[in-house]
Nanobody, 123 residues
Framework: VQLQASGGGLVQAGGSLGLSCVAS????????MGWFRQAPGKEREFVAA????????YYTDSVKGRFTISRDNAKNTVYLQMNMLKPEDTAVYYC?????????????????WGQGTLVTVSS
């Protein structure tokens, strides 16, 4: 599986941004998809995940109520809609795919990764 993330950019605090991640291959609908982020000097951290059929979603506490993960299996695409952005959301955002049939939030559990897209939130 190859993943291609896009949609990053510069936005003011309080603004919104939407990320997309397109996957190659025919098995996208069988993967749990996640979004992670890595700020300068920090470790990569879990942001959100969505189960293979999109029935369940999970978020880290700091983005609950502001970010929404969704997927369109017909388009092999997972999305991350980010609202009410804060300067602390500034990071490189990565999409990732996990073959496991259950929710996991550790980066090392995800087998496939996109190249990352930079999100910068100015104060």
């Amino acid at each position: 599986v190859q993943l291609q993330a896009s949609g990053g950019g510069l936005v003011q605090a309080g603004g919104s941004l939407g990320l997309s991640c397109v996957a190659s291959g025919r098995t996208f609908s069988t993967y749990v998809m996640g979004w992670f982020r890595q700020a300068p000097g920090k470790e990569r951290e879990f942001v959100a995940a969505i189960m293979d059929r999109g029935s369940q979603t999970y978020y880290t506490d700091s983005v609950k109520g502001r970010f929404t993960i969704s997927r369109d299996n017909a388009k092999n695409t997972v999305y991350l809609q980010m609202n009410m952005l804060k300067p602390e959301d500034t990071a490189v955002y990565y999409c990732a795919a996990d073959k496991a049939q259950y929710y996991r939030r550790a980066a090392q559990d995800y087998e496939y990764w996109g190249q990352g897209t930079l999100v910068t939130v100015s104060s």
